[in-house]
C-alpha cells in the first residue's frame, strides 16, 4: 500500500472473506472491528465509518486490520449523480440488505397484498413501527442510515425495499432476532 493511501477518504467494500466472517466469525475479530466490518457496505468512506466507533477506538487502525486481514478492499469514490441523489435512500437500503446476505431488494414479499392498496397512513404507520422497533430494540443512533433511509422512504414500495434491510438488522440483534416474527407480523399488517 502506498504511503500516500489516506484510509478515511477512501470507500471500502466487503471482499469475499469478509462476508464469510460475517457468517462464520472464524476470525475472532474484536467486536469494535466486526461492527465495522459489518457496516461497510461499498458507499461510506472511513471518516463515515469513524462515527460508528463512539471515541472508542482508531478508524484507520481497525481499517489497517480489515485491510491485512482481506476483509475489506478500498475502491474508487464516485460522486452521486442529481438522479442518484434522489434514490439514494432506497438504493442504500438495497445495498445494506444485500451485503447482510438479506435476500433480494425488491418491493415484492411474498404474502402482503399489493402497494397500491396501501394508504399514506398505512405507509406512516409502517414507517413509525419500523423506525421506533430499530430505536427500542437495537438503540438509539445505532443504526442511523436504516433509521434515515426508512424515515425517507415515501412510499409503499420503498418501505418494502427498505423492509429487507430492518429486518437484517432486527435478526443480527440478540433480542431483535427473538422478536423478530412477532414484529414482522405486527408490520405487515400496514406494510
Not at 63 to 90: I, N, W
Request: aromatic share 4%; proline share 4%.
Amino acid at each position: 500500500m502506498p504511503e500516500t493511501f489516506d484510509l478515511t477518504t477512501a470507500v471500502y467494500a466487503k471482499t469475499a472473506v469478509g462476508q464469510q466472517e460475517i457468517q462464520t466469525r472464524s476470525l475472532g475479530l474484536s467486536p469494535l472491528v466486526r461492527r465495522i466490518l459489518v457496516l461497510v457496505d461499498g458507499k461510506r468512506s472511513g471518516s463515515e465509518l469513524a462515527p460508528f466507533l463512539s471515541g472508542n477506538g482508531d478508524i484507520e487502525e481497525i481499517l489497517g486490520q480489515l485491510l491485512t486481514l482481506d476483509c475489506v478492499e478500498a475502491q474508487a469514490r464516485t460522486k452521486p449523480m442529481a438522479s442518484q441523489a434522489a434514490a439514494a435512500p432506497a438504493a442504500a437500503a438495497t445495498s445494506t440488505a444485500t451485503n447482510e446476505g438479506v435476500e433480494s431488494s425488491s418491493s415484492e414479499i411474498p404474502g402482503l397484498p399489493s402497494a397500491g392498496s396501501r394508504s399514506a397512513k398505512d405507509n406512516e404507520m409502517a414507517r413509525n413501527f419500523m423506525i421506533n422497533s430499530v430505536n427500542s430494540i437495537i438503540g438509539q443512533n445505532t443504526r442511523i442510515s436504516l433509521v434515515e433511509d426508512i424515515f425517507h422512504a415515501g412510499t409503499t414500495e420503498q418501505l418494502r425495499v427498505v423492509y429487507h434491510a430492518w429486518a437484517s438488522s432486527m435478526s443480527n440483534h440478540g433480542m431483535g432476532a427473538k422478536r423478530l416474527p412477532e414484529l414482522r407480523e405486527k408490520l405487515f399488517k400496514v406494510l
